[in-house]
């Protein structure tokens, strides 16, 4: 069911950022230079968030010229850390599909939450995103 990613959520003030990315150590342990890009994501849940009360995030991206649905199933965050089971599939246009989702078990999963209720956008959110190779 899914990739498994390890995510570290930092909160940074401005200056601390700022800091952060002129240290030479960033540099030298990067691969390359940083890639920068703009994302734009929309996040659903049913009227009731019964998404967010099982701990699932379902969003679509658009991420360049493509739109990408992702389904993340263990959101919590301890410590700091998050490593949730996330769920990737091309999308076309801004409205999620569960239809695309080729695994059965996920899509039985997401369908057994969400029920007869209807999928509306909860909010968005439109960031640049830095990207390093270290």
């Known amino acids: 069911m899914g990739d498994r990613e390890l995510e570290l959520k930092l909160t940074l003030g401005k200056d601390a950022l700022d800091r952060l990315r002129r240290r030479p150590i960033l540099r030298q342990v990067s691969v390359g230079r940083p890639k920068r890009r703009k994302l734009r994501s929309i996040y659903?849940?049913?009227?009731?968030?019964?998404?967010?009360?099982?701990?699932?995030?379902?969003?679509?991206?658009?991420?360049?010229r493509r739109w990408l649905?992702?389904?993340?199933?263990?959101?919590?965050?301890?410590?700091?850390m998050s490593n949730p089971i996330e769920v990737e599939q091309p999308v076309k246009g801004n409205a999620p599909n569960l239809g695309v989702i080729g695994d059965v078990a996920l899509k039985e999963k997401l369908?057994?939450?969400?029920?007869?209720?209807?999928?509306?956008?909860?909010?968005?959110t439109c960031v640049w995103r830095t990207t390093r190779t270290i």
């Open 69 to 80: 649905q992702t389904a993340k199933f263990g959101t919590q965050i301890q410590h700091g």
């Open 44 to 64: 659903y849940d049913t009227p009731d968030l019964r998404l967010y009360h099982a701990n699932i995030s379902l969003r679509v991206r658009r991420d360049g």
């Open 111 to 124: 369908a057994g939450i969400i029920l007869d209720q209807p999928l509306r956008p909860v909010f968005e």
